[in-house]
């Protein structure tokens, strides 16, 4: 069995959204530790909720692209 390339770029793009989730959570539990002022912290989480919605709909888009439509 095999999977295309739009899935394998969807799964990518995945796995890159969750990696940057916890990443800016990390963040964002610094700026608060610090308590850090501004609209910094609350940014940077709808950053953060944003790429893992963005990441595989841009990687699946990309492997329909580039792999399935045999780009060289």
């Known amino acids: ?9 969807g799964l990518i ?3 890159f959204g969750v990696v940057e989730y916890f ?5 964002i539990e610094n700026a608060l ?3 850090e002022k ?7 989480d709808l950053v953060r909720k944003a ?4 990441f595989p709909i841009i ?3 990309a492997g ?3 792999v399935d439509r045999g780009a060289s």
Do not use: D, E
């Not at 069995?1 to 770029?9: P, Y």
């Not at 990443?23 to 963040?27: A, H, N, S, T």
């Not at 790429?51 to 963005?54: D, E, G, K």
């Open 51 to 54: 790429q893992l919605i963005l």
């Open 1 to 9: 069995m095999t999977m295309s390339g739009a899935l394998i770029g």
């Open 38 to 44: 501004g609209p910094g912290p609350g940014i940077l």
């Open 64 to 66: 329909l692209v580039l």
């Open 59 to 61: 990687g699946f888009f």
């Open 23 to 27: 990443v800016f959570g990390r963040l």
């Open 33 to 35: 530790r610090r308590s």
């Open 13 to 15: 793009g995945l796995a």
